[in-house]
């Protein structure tokens, strides 16, 4: 062999021996292609849910009222706590009673006087009766003794109604409450002179279990809401069955939950808007006067309604929702239309129909028309929690 024909058949061997071990790669990996993957997938059936609506709202007392002095005189002394509860017709403050102690006497002993006088005009009375039954005395005597009696009563029935104004105001020397509820910060202090011209306030009472949460919607929503109901899309909650539920600005939700009590029966001509008003009890006093919230309330309730988990939904660079859909053993990419959140799903406006399956587990591994091994999901216990509560 020539010497110079070995570099040549060296270079020839290498070559071969590449051009077998791609050969036997590509036939390994032909022969040992990747499985399907297996996915979660879930049935989607049509069932009831709630039409949700988050509203704004504020907290209002369901009693207010403003402590007045209904005497006029210099307060002596406050006996409430500030910021305390206090019970209806505690009291509160109390008023120099001195003048007014002054007038009850004096009162009593305009009544002591009139009945005295009283006492009297009855006697002679009496005495003009037996002489004109003896034809002794003129009629014109007994009319004039008839009527001083008449007038004697009537001045001891005035006596008796001053005397009884005289210690209506002597009582109200001390200031009590009129409701039940929080009392704010003292107005007024010792030693002030106090009116009865009502113009001043003493304190204000509050009252906050339970308290009202006033809510807006738009006049527009509302009458969508009564078209579908009237259509058939919609069924409308039995009155006073509407759950109604307050949300935080952090948005927690409030442990109780609410009544509807009543829509107002106009719209406000300058926002358009219906104000509503439900009822939430307040035992552990969180809810204040004032706070701002949002209600939560179920509206109307749609029959045959679909829902999908939202972990199964992806979307486009556009915002546009799909799904994958099994067919089979292949995986068909679908877009949808959304509507509401509902916990942890979605509420299906279009694009799906029940009975149809979804991949809601291993969505990451799938690609449109590719074949899946589909395995039936159940979704967690947590996730069926979260799915009784409505979310915004």
Known sequence: MNIQTLPRLRAWLVASTLIVAVSSQASAQEGGAMPPPAVGVLQLDAHPIPVVNELPGRIAATRTAEVRARVSGILQERVFEQGAFVNKDDVLYRIDPRLFRVRVASAQASLQRAKATQANARQQLERQKTLRERNVATGVEFDTASVTLAQADAD???????????????????????????????????GALVTADGTSSLALIQQVDPVYADFTQSAQDLMALKRAVAEGRLESTAPGTARVELVFDDGSTYRETGRLLFANAYVDANTGQITQRA??????????????????????????????????????????????????????????????????????????????KVVVDGVQKVQPDS?????????????ATANSKPAE
Do not use: C, H
Not at 177 to 187: R, V
Not at 371 to 383: G, L, N, Y
């Open 156 to 190: 001891v029935a005035l006596a008796e109604a001053a005397l009884d104004e005289a210690k209506i105001n002597l009582d109200y020397t001390e200031v009590r409450a009129p409701i039940s509820g929080i009392i704010g910060g003292a107005l007024v202090t010792e």
């Open 279 to 356: 009822s939430f009890p307040n035992p552990a006093g969180d809810l204040l006067p004032g706070m701002y919230v949002r209600v939560r309330i179920e509206q109307a309730v749609r029959q045959n309604a679909l829902t999908v988990p939202q972990r199964a939904v992806t979307r486009t660079e556009t915002g546009q929702a799909q799904v994958y859909v099994v067919e089979g053993d292949t995986a068909r990419l679908r877009e949808i239309t959304l509507g509401q959140s509902l916990g942890t799903e979605w509420v299906v406006e279009g694009g799906l129909k029940g009975g149809e």
């Open 371 to 383: 074949k899946v091994v589909p395995e039936a999901w159940t979704p967690s216990e947590a996730a």
